[in-house]
């Protein structure tokens, strides 16, 4: 049953969905834009549900440009239909040569990214069916430092009707490397990966999802400063002159606000900063309607205010912030280190999304389970060396823990599958996973004991850990360093 949904703001300009299929040599444009209101519905927040066909008055106003070059002409059909009882855009394309690209968006894309506020939630949801097989889901983020940059993520698209969920942390920019900032995102594109000449795609529902939270638990003092926008009495609070090296972060939610270097002194009895990590900190109007009161972007939770003009500093801003409202982190705070070893098929896709996990220190492709020293790549394609292709992962369990890093496992990759991985076939390719003591052999069994009760066939062997024989240098970071995407891992959701 749908929830009720509640329409909050209207956002023109918001690039709702790019559908293009890469080839060949060279790429083409048909771009159909609309204008959209946007609905929040709990924890959701709605794009667009297409629940309303074209011609009423639903604020959407679809249109459609074709490029067209001097060696072929695209022929293009969009329409709203009714699909299964859904309401949805229908888009299919006959390719006629191998020069294709689809868009699906709004005209007029805002400038300003904050305008869009999709802090504080954890990814990007749609609900679709179509031509099957794997796609890619993009991201645009408008930064003042970096520009504008490309993100993107692979997904599975089936002829059927489902809900597809990536996590913002699974995105790789394009062309470097960088770590997606959610807050800055302005613009939401996808692409089909496959090359075929008719693509056809249903489109029900586009948002952005949170996942359900544990926040930290508050004190009746943090309580009422936090949630219920109060303020500690002056030169009261711990962080008032306190000037250690480290991170200022979100007592209700960790995430983090400020840098120390940004601390100042400002006699007012309250910690001030003059810059906020980019996109921690929202600004609104106070309730007093005079004051601008900040709040940490992903929780909401109250921290001060912030005042303009007063020359303290060269930034000439100074963020008042309660110290009840924030936690610390020390700069010479010791890393925790713990290992694990994965297989899940083409080691390449394993790492790809292991590297993309909070609390993953550095990531190791190579060889294990095996009965050969020191195998070379071409020993462990002839299927006769007993390895697996696997990925040594060293991570923080302060940040995430080996049954975090177990499900993302699962739910990148297909584990009801023998001895292969889409198209590569092989004991090398099998699913699975090498502990390396009693703990994480229990928290693997009891996956699988999970996905089992939940009507999965899972062939995923949990064996102990043996020697482990990192592979070739060409093979580490693949992706990175070809700026290319998985070929057969996607991410899914299952937990």
């Known amino acids: 049953m749908k929830m009720e949904k509640e329409f909050i703001r209207r956002h023109w300009g918001l690039l709702l969905m790019l559908f293009c299929l890469v080839a060949g040599g ?102 679709a069916k179509g031509t099957g097989g794997q796609w890619t889901l993009g991201l645009w983020i408008k930064s003042k430092k970096a520009g504008t940059q490309l993100y993107q993520a692979p997904f599975e698209l089936k002829n059927q009707w489902q809900e597809s969920r990536l996590p913002f942390r699974m995105f790789r920019s394009m062309p470097t490397s960088k770590t997606l900032n959610s807050r800055e995102l302005f613009r939401i594109v996808t692409m089909p990966a496959l090359q075929q000449r008719t693509v056809e795609i249903f489109l029900d529902e586009i ?64 910690p001030s900063f003059d810059e906020q990590i980019e996109g921690a900190v929202k600004w609104q109007r106070d309730a007093d309607g005079v004051r601008t009161e900040i709040t940490c972007n992903q929780c909401g939770g109250h921290l001060g205010h912030v005042f303009l ?30 290992r694990a070893i994965f297989a899940s098929g083409c080691f390449w896709g394993t790492e790809y999304y292991f590297q993309r996990a909070p609390g993953v220190i550095s990531t190791t492709v190579g060889y294990t389970g095996g009965h050969v020293d020191n195998p070379t790549y071409k020993q462990v394609c002839t299927d006769t060396t007993g390895h697996a292709e696997a990925v040594e992962v060293l991570y923080d369990p302060a940040i995430i823990s080996y049954e975090q890093l177990a499900k993302l496992f699962f739910e990148t990759h297909d584990f009801t599958q023998l001895n292969r991985q889409g198209p590569d076939i092989g004991t090398q390719y099998r699913s699975a996973i090498f502990y390396l003591d009693n703990e994480q052999k229990q928290l693997a069994t009891q996956l699988i004991q999970t996905l089992n009760q939940k009507g999965h066939n899972v062939k995923t062997q949990i064996a102990r850990a043996d020697k482990f024989w990192p592979a070739e240098e060409y093979h580490q970071d693949y992706y990175d360093k070809t700026k290319k995407l998985p070929y057969c891992h996607v991410y899914r959701q299952i937990f």
């Open 26 to 127: 060279g790429l083409d444009e048909w771009l159909l834009t609309a204008k959209a209101d946007t609905i929040q519905s709990l924890n959701n927040l709605v794009i667009d549900d297409f629940n309303r066909l074209e011609g009423r008055k639903s604020g959407l106003i679809w249109t459609s440009i074709a490029d067209q070059t001097k060696d072929y002409r695209r022929v293009g059909r969009k329409q709203f239909v009714q699909n299964n009882g859904r309401s949805c855009l229908n888009i299919k394309e006959l390719v006629p040569t191998k020069k294709n690209l689809i868009i699906v968006g709004t005209k007029d894309a805002p400038d300003n990214p904050s305008d869009l506020n999709f802090a504080g939630h954890d990814g990007i949801y749609l609900r």
């Open 207 to 270: 948002g952005f999802y949170k996942e359900q939270k544990m926040y930290k638990k508050l004190t009746p003092e943090q309580e009422k400063i936090i949630i219920h926008k109060g303020t500690e009495r002056p030169f009261s609070g711990k962080y008032n002159n306190y000037y250690e090296k480290g991170i200022y972060t979100c007592m209700r939610c960790g995430a983090e606000l400020y840098e120390s270097s940004s601390k100042f002194k400002s006699g007012c009895g309250w």
């Open 309 to 338: 003009g007063e020359k303290l500093t060269p930034k000439n801003t100074r963020y008042c912030v309660n110290s009840l409202s924030m936690d610390f982190i020390p700069a010479k705070k010791q890393q925790q280190t713990a």
